[in-house]
């Protein structure tokens, strides 16, 4: 299960999480690397609406969406858990420190191990150096699926 901050411009257009330039480097990175193509895991956001100016969500917006996501991770059952952004990793993981702290770092989500990690948009922004610590996280991600 991939779960991301909210949708962009894209998505919102598109009724779908990740369908623009960020998930096209996310998609593409996880096939690379992880060996899964998109049908393989679930994709989704922590805020399901897309915040005004494409800001980033706010701590009520996050509360009010956070019963659905507990929803979707109890219906989905993943075996591994991929936070994307310091709003997915302190959603999912309750992390306080940013991502670049706590990127990789495997944790326990009920029954699930996942990760966080940079978010695609970060990447893109970021350049080849964040594609290879995204890179990075996602081998271990590998491993995760692997073992699971």
Known sequence: MVIGEAPGRSEDEGGAPFIGRSGRLLVGLIEEEVGLTRAD???TNVVKCRPPANRAPRRD????????LIEQLALVR???VLALGN?????????????????GRIQSVGSAWGLATYHPAGALRGGPSVVDVLRVDLRRVKDLVERS
């Open 41 to 43: 895991y679930f994709i």
């Open 61 to 68: 917006e996050i509360e009010a969406c956070h019963p659905w």
């Open 78 to 80: 993943p075996r591994v």
């Open 87 to 103: 709003t997915a990793a302190r959603a999912v993981f309750g992390f306080s420190e940013g991502i670049g702290r706590t990127h």
